[in-house]
């Protein structure tokens, strides 16, 4: 059994921080990418931010420069530093990994339950 659990979700003003966790507990052998996305109310869900098993990062266009992943592979932990929120931040902010359990051949895709970020104006 694998899980996956956000923590760090909370209201702050704009201009605050925050900094999601994502932790992967279970019969795991080894995690691959790992994404941070988010859903707002009436939207759809978009892709935040990217790092790979090497620590290659990614991001979309609206947070560059203010977030920032990154992981801790011995914690099975990624991280999601946010930095000068903004209102159009709030959302309900999820995790997933894709990963290899053990004993299996193929990657698997995780999910997380997400942690509610409100940014107030």
């Known amino acids: 059994q694998v899980q996956l659990v956000e923590s760090g979700g909370g209201l702050v003003q704009a201009g605050g921080s925050l900094r999601l966790s994502c932790v992967a507990s279970?019969?795991?052998?080894?995690?691959?990418?790992v994404g941070w996305y988010r859903q707002a109310p009436g939207k759809q869900r978009e892709l935040v931010a990217g790092i790979t098993s090497g620590g290659g990062a990614n991001y979309v266009d609206s947070v560059k420069g203010r977030f920032t992943i990154s992981r801790d592979n011995a914690k099975n932990t990624v991280y999601l530093q946010m930095n000068s929120l903004k209102p159009e931040d709030t959302a309900v902010y999820y995790c997933?990994?894709?990963?290899?359990?053990?004993?299996?051949?193929?990657?698997?895709?995780?999910w997380g339950q997400g942690t509610q970020v409100t940014v107030s104006s």
């Open positions: 997933n990994a894709d990963l290899l359990r053990v004993g299996s051949r193929t990657l698997d895709s995780y």
């Open positions: 279970g019969s795991i052998f080894s995690i691959a990418g």
